[in-house]
């Protein structure tokens, strides 16, 4: 929270240097864009990361950087040596370290509490930022009022010391590692995959993304609003975001009980129509008091909507990939506010702050409708922990972890009764086998023996192999099972697992050339 504190106070002298420095409508906005573009640029690969390196340690390489870039900020500022371009850069390093940093800290959520209670603890976590939001930018108004946005800055440098130390002590208590880690790339590619084989986690990508690019102009355009609607200065920014920031931790107090009331979709609706109504309110209202009260509304709004996202996210991947699929909802939702601020700031450039509220308004209005196509999914009873059951095969041929390509048949006996329910779950046994690595999946049927069926696909190395088993989850339990209830045969399915192999590359063989074909006395298998 101290932590918390001192980025929000770094916020509000941002955005308020920016303003002193003469800087546009648009280049005001583009300061919360600056923070947030980094995320959707490197969100991915600081997920990857994240699951498989040591995530203590990425946090506190990543708290280390911003510290280091605190303090360069801070010693230009002192110095004025600042332009509008500069304080830009600054913002958009601090992003790139709260990129790395967000995919780690989010992941271990899930490694602190059971998961019966994730979304109250990921809810908890909202409140604690929300805590400092609802504070933070009151005390950082006061701070840049009194002292100047340096001293902002030189708070910020500060607040990460504890966070630090914190992390340096911290010692979770984490299962071995079974497998060796993943190359950065390949990890990268293996989460895409399985987010784009994840329908449930695709329509919360696309919901969030439609949040957040609406969502971010009541942020982006706050100083404008205290300075240009209501006519203040840094104190009445930083009681706007204050307000926005209360409204966040009642949104947190109250979610765990509207949450055994309302589904998941209602809460999402609800939210986005608070958001519609606090930038409404913030384009046409004068009066502090009534302004802060509908941003209040908007706050809680905000952290609903978006705990809401995570924990969907969180119950919708399991542990070895969830670093990675948080890691693609962020780059989505905060991709989408980085948009959206560069959109709103040239609406608010061009045709005034109020336009520009009153469009996201209307869009934020159109996001609550989109549920109505495309509702978020409730799975708190979804089980996606490892089975545990499957175990690495023996092997006549010796075999390596590099060893590969490798091609997989399965054998299905099947009555001509069942072939419409087999071709049903086999198309979700696809949809499985692509999600955890299987290329090349196909489904054969013999001509000769009308109840044979093969199901086959292929893994670039007996490890990928591994892993791809190891990835099954107990969700998938009831795939398997369905295909077992329609299996005839006398035992299990029978099951293939080659190797290809090239034959230029048996051992002792070398083919001839085309010259040696050619002429028959230099042909190396002629015999002497």
Request: proline letters at 5%.
């Amino acid at each position: 929270m101290a932590s918390n504190f001192g980025g929000l106070i770094q916020s509000v002298g941002a955005a308020w240097m920016m303003v002193r420095l003469g800087a546009s409508a648009q280049l005001i906005a583009l300061v919360s864009a600056s923070v947030t573009l980094p995320i959707m640029l490197l969100a991915l690969w600081a997920g990857a990361v994240a699951d498989n390196l040591d995530r203590r340690k990425v946090m506190l390489a990543a708290q280390g950087f911003m510290l280091l870039v605190s303090l360069g900020l801070s010693i230009c500022a002192w110095a004025g040596l600042l332009t509008p371009w500069l304080l830009l850069g600054f913002t958009f390093l601090i992003g790139c370290g709260v990129a790395v940093n967000g995919p780690a800290w989010q992941a271990s959520v899930g490694e602190m509490v059971p998961r019966a209670v994730l979304p109250q603890a990921i809810a908890y976590n909202s409140m604690g930022f929300n805590i400092a939001r609802s504070v933070g930018p009151a005390i950082g108004g006061a701070i840049v009022a009194a002292a100047g946005a340096a001293a902002a800055f030189a708070i910020n440098a500060v607040s990460y010391l504890g966070l630090i130390v914190v992390l340096a002590r911290w010692r979770p208590d984490l299962p071995a590692r079974i497998l060796p880690r993943e190359r950065l790339f390949t990890a990268m590619v293996a989460g895409v995959r399985y987010v784009s084989m994840s329908p449930n986690i695709l329509v919360v990508l696309l919901r969030a993304a439609a949040f957040g690019i609406s969502a971010s102009a009541i942020v982006a355009l706050m100083p404008l609003v205290a300075r240009d609607v209501i006519g203040g200065g840094p104190l009445t920014y930083g009681l706007l975001l204050g307000g926005f920031g209360v409204g966040a931790v009642g949104g947190a107090l109250v979610s765990r009980s509207i949450r055994a009331r309302w589904s998941t979709e209602r809460l999402v609706r609800v939210a986005a129509l608070a958001m519609a109504v606090g930038a409404g309110v913030a384009a046409v209202s004068t009066m502090l008091p009534l302004t802060m009260l509908a941003l209040a509304g908007a706050g809680a709004g905000w952290v609903l909507a978006l705990s809401s996202f995570n924990v969907t996210v969180q119950y919708s991947a399991p542990r070895w990939v969830v670093a990675r699929a948080l890691a693609l909802y962020q780059m989505v939702a905060f991709g989408g506010m980085a948009i959206g601020s560069w959109i709103f700031g040239w609406i608010a450039t061009h045709h005034g702050v109020s336009t520009g509220l009153l469009c996201a308004a209307a869009a934020q209005a159109g996001v609550a409708l989109l549920g109505l196509i495309l509702p978020v999914p409730r799975l708190e009873e979804a089980n996606l922990d490892p089975r545990g059951t499957w175990e690495e095969p023996d092997t006549a041929v010796p075999v390596e972890a590099r060893s590969g390509p490798v091609v997989i048949t399965i054998e299905y006996r099947i009555a001509a009764a069942d072939i419409p329910a087999f071709l049903n779950v086999m198309s979700e046994r696809h949809r499985i086998r692509a999600r955890d690595g299987a290329r090349g999946w196909s489904l054969l049927r013999d001509l000769a023996d009308e109840m044979l069926w093969i199901e086959r696909y292929h893994v670039p190395t007996w490890l990928d192999y591994v892993r791809h088993n190891q990835r099954r989850t107990h969700a998938d339990t009831a795939n398997s099972d369905a295909i077992a209830q329609l299996h005839r045969g006398p035992a299990a399915p029978q099951v293939h697992r080659m190797v290809e192999r090239s034959t230029g590359t048996l051992p002792g063989l070398r083919l001839p050339s085309a010259r040696e074909l050619a002429d028959p006395m230099t042909d190396p298998t002629r015999s002497t």
